[in-house]
């Protein structure tokens, strides 16, 4: 490796792309398109610094394995953070296996890193948590890593609302950064931060309708409150859960009756709420019943539902009643929590994180970028969306994961 491929090396690890394309900006060999394509990355040209990545890899021999697979990593890098989703994880698997059988143990670990990721976006917690155990941040990582390393950690820490879990991992995040001395890093760990301290919801009650951070949140759960969780979708109450995503009209009942709580809620808002009527007639009455007795079968552990006069009423068997409900209550939220990530989402991607359809993501979108709320970016396949983040909130922490097989 010559002297200028070698001092371009070490002001990208650095976290200095513009030293660096001062070294080999002018260049077209192998290494040079490689660390040319990793400045680009960071320099937030992502579609250029794939093509340049590709060209590398091209360019290398076939005797040049190791090469070939940093450049498959680092492709990989730039795709996720394109939020490319659907960019095969089979070919970084194949390369970080290539990177540890011949001894590149740093690039093996950060394709590993890569993949956990990809997981925590998507949903898939258990997954990244296995992804997570295979490392050891101790085993001669480079501060960058080791960073990385407990961003990661947090990152299920926080989706799992153990936040005393993730703040000691984000203190340890924002060491090895400081050790890093890597700007972009140290900001990373900051942003990761402010999610502990900004309201992550809402907290509705019979008196109140507050901001709540995710320390509340968890301490909310863990109380003798039954919680109707419109976030995730659930009912919870001191450790206990029932799930109701996939029962939508059973959770809707739950959240009107919670919201009505402690007095009862009317059978015509009740039914037009749940089934989106105004027009309520005898048959739509006669469904109320079979819907509500259907969600006092699955709240039985936790409530009882009683028939009032003019409706019905949640008791629950210990505690009292709240409300958990997005800082922002649209059709489309989950859309909105993921865009206001501040990166480009294509709805590809967007559709794998939620679990559902592209062309239900599609439609959505479109319905959004006709009220202004988001924007598009490209043409055709190219196209990716994004949206200003509600300031003062963190959101996505709180969406429901997707269901298995979604």
């Given at each position: ?5 070698s ?67 680092a ?20 390369a ?82 400081e ?16 999610a ?53 009209v ?19 808002t009740?039914?037009e ?6 027009q ?127």
């Open positions: 490796m010559d002297s200028l491929i001092a371009a090396a070490r002001a990208l690890a650095g976290g200095d792309p513009l030293r660096a394309l001062n070294q080999i900006a002018l260049r077209d060999d192998a290494p040079a398109l490689a660390l040319r394509g990793i400045a680009m990355a960071q320099l937030g040209d992502l579609a250029r610094a794939r093509a340049l990545l590709r060209r590398a890899a091209r360019a290398f021999t076939a005797k040049e394995t190791v090469a070939r697979a940093r450049c498959v990593v492709e990989a890098e730039v795709a996720l953070a394109a939020r490319d989703l659907h960019a095969s994880s089979k070919a970084l698997e194949a970080r296996e290539t990177l540890q059988r011949h001894g590149d143990t740093v690039n093996a670990a950060h394709a590993r890193y890569l993949t956990v990721h990809r997981l925590l976006l998507i949903g898939r917690l258990d997954d990244a948590e296995a992804q997570l155990d295979a490392l050891n941040p101790d085993d001669g990582l480079p501060p960058a890593l080791q960073a990385t390393h407990q961003l990661a950690v947090a990152g299920i820490a926080l989706r799992r609302l153990d936040t005393r879990a993730a703040h000691t991992a984000l203190g340890h995040a924002g060491q090895a950064a050790r890093s001395g890597i700007a972009a890093l140290i900001n990373e760990v900051n942003k990761a931060a402010r502990l301290r900004v309201p992550a919801a809402r907290l509705v009650t019979h008196d109140q309708d507050r901001p709540v951070r995710l320390d509340e949140v968890e301490a909310l759960f863990a109380s003798p409150t039954l919680a109707v969780d419109a976030c995730r979708y659930q009912v919870r109450q001191a450790g206990s859960m029932i799930e109701l995503a996939t029962r939508p059973l959770f809707t009942l739950a959240r009107t009756l919670a919201e009505a709580w402690p007095g009862d809620a009317r059978r015509d009740l039914i709420r749940a089934f989106r009527l105004r309520v007639e005898d048959s739509h009455r006669a469904r109320l019943r079979v819907e509500i007795g259907r969600l006092r079968k699955a709240l039985r552990p936790l409530a009882r539902l009683h028939a009032t006069r003019h409706g019905f009423k949640l008791e629950p068997l210990t505690g009292d009643v709240a409300v958990l409900a997005r800082p922002v209550e649209d059709k489309h939220a989950p859309i909105l929590a993921f865009l206001s990530d501040g990166e480009a989402w294509s709805s590809s991607a967007l559709a794998l994180a939620l679990g559902t359809s592209q062309r239900t993501v599609q439609r959505a979108l479109d319905a959004l970028a006709n009220a202004g709320k988001v924007e598009a970016l490209g043409q055709g396949r190219a196209r990716r969306w994004v949206a200003s983040p509600v300031l003062g909130f963190t959101t996505t922490l709180l969406l429901t994961a997707p269901l298995p097989g979604g």
